[in-house]
């Protein structure tokens, strides 16, 4: 007779081969609010990910340190090489466990980020959900 333990974790998977595993000291809450986001650029274990479209930087403004992926290419970035995001970026291929904090206008695309995110096995994720509407209103 073979039992199986229904009381250990399920194994996380991914769909990327190029990520890897590490552990942060600093876990996100689902939700972070403007001040977080700043603490976040400031922290260099801490990704911020804009998921706006390019047009929208350009007329809006930026977020400063925050990378630009926008949100129909952001599966194909992580799970691209670690030598191609980073030539890409300009910084290292978050690991599964690397804070991540998606921005957008208002929080709606950042919610689908965090989605796509997670079902990629990143398991440290936030939505800005203030997201550019407050950042720029906080920035006047």
């Given amino acids: 007779i073979t039992t199986h333990n229904t009381n250990l974790p399920p194994a996380v998977t991914t769909r990327c081969p190029a990520i890897t595993r590490t552990f942060s000291s600093r876990t996100l809450t689902p939700n972070v609010t403007y001040e977080e986001v700043v603490q ?13 479209q390019a047009k929208e930087l350009e007329n809006d403004g930026a977020i400063p340190g925050a990378l630009h992926i926008p949100l129909r290419e952001l599966e194909i970035s992580l799970c691209s090489s ?26 709606i695309r950042a919610a689908k980020a965090q989605v796509v995110a997670q079902n990629l096995g990143f398991t440290n994720t936030a939505n800005f959900t203030g997201g550019w ?7 006047k």
Avoid: H, M, N, Y
Wanted: aromatic content about 8%; proline content about 11%.
């Fill in 133 to 139: 509407a407050e950042w720029a209103a906080r920035r």
């Fill in 82 to 107: 670690p030598d191609k995001f980073e030539a890409k970026f300009g910084t290292p291929l978050p690991t599964t466990t690397t804070p991540l904090v998606f921005s957008c206008l208002a929080g």
């Fill in 40 to 52: 976040a650029l400031d922290d260099p274990d801490t990704v911020v990910i804009d998921v706006r």
